[in-house]
């Protein structure tokens, strides 16, 4: 275990459908992320959070709207979804703010399919 | 933008080789980082390299930061099945708190 959890494991929606994914570290960090990583792409940035401030929006579609609470949950609400949106989604987190010299703690993943 | 390329994409050894990937920048890099994700998991982290022409080791695992802090390589000696998995370098892009991820070598082994 990283000590960070991600929920749900697996989902599978519909493109008109409302979800949330969640994550939530339990190691005291300042910094939280959400990466999609794609069959054929690498790992891809989309949101960072640090000290709860989003700090990194890197041209995501508005159809992912993240939110964090406080320093220890981090949401990725989904709508209107598109099938090539389908991926795994990894949420990370980092003690201190500067993702370029801190190493990332991985949660497992939601792999999400979009019918 | 910054990129950060990894070859090769994919390697297949008998159980006993050695493997290698490579990564290259094509602009400088404070420092590099190294994951491993072994299949249907997430990136875990290796190590982080810093100082031009750094060589660290990790048992079986040699990780090298080139002179020029531009390149970087992971070398894994004598192969087992449970080095089976995607390993990425990752370096630093452009904002504060972005890390680039190569493409990532997928290491598949022949017991």
């Known amino acids: 275990e990283t000590g960070v959890t991600q929920t749900p494991r697996h989902l599978v929606m519909g493109m008109t459908n409302k979800k949330s994914l969640k994550c939530e570290q339990h190691l005291g960090h300042n910094a939280m992320y959400w990466y999609k990583q794609s069959a054929k792409k690498p790992l891809e940035l989309m949101f960072v959070y640090s000290l709860e401030e989003r700090v990194e929006n890197n041209s995501v579609p508005s159809r992912f709207s993240p939110e964090c609470p406080n320093s220890s949950h981090l949401f990725l609400h989904l709508h209107t979804l598109q099938p090539e949106d389908s991926a795994l989604y990894l949420c990370a987190s980092s003690h201190g703010t500067a993702a370029t010299n801190e190493k990332l703690f991985f949660g497992s993943g939601t792999q999400l399919s979009v019918l | 933008g910054q990129q950060v390329m990894q070859i090769p994409q994919y390697q297949h050894v008998q159980e006993g080789e050695d493997f290698t990937t490579y990564c290259n920048s094509s602009?400088?890099?404070?420092?590099i980082q190294w994951y491993k994700q072994r299949p249907g998991g997430h990136p875990v982290f290796l190590i982080q390299?810093?100082?031009?022409?750094e060589v660290k080791k990790q048992k079986r695992l040699t990780f090298q930061f080139g002179e020029a802090k531009k390149n970087s390589s992971l070398h894994i000696t004598a192969t087992q099945t449970t080095d089976v998995g995607t390993y990425f370098c990752?370096?630093?892009?452009?904002?504060?708190?972005?890390?680039?991820f190569g493409q990532g070598t997928r290491l598949t082994i022949n017991p």
């Open positions: 390299l810093v100082k031009s022409g």
């Open positions: 602009t400088t890099l404070s420092n």
């Open positions: 990752a370096g630093p892009g452009q904002g504060a708190q972005k890390l680039v």
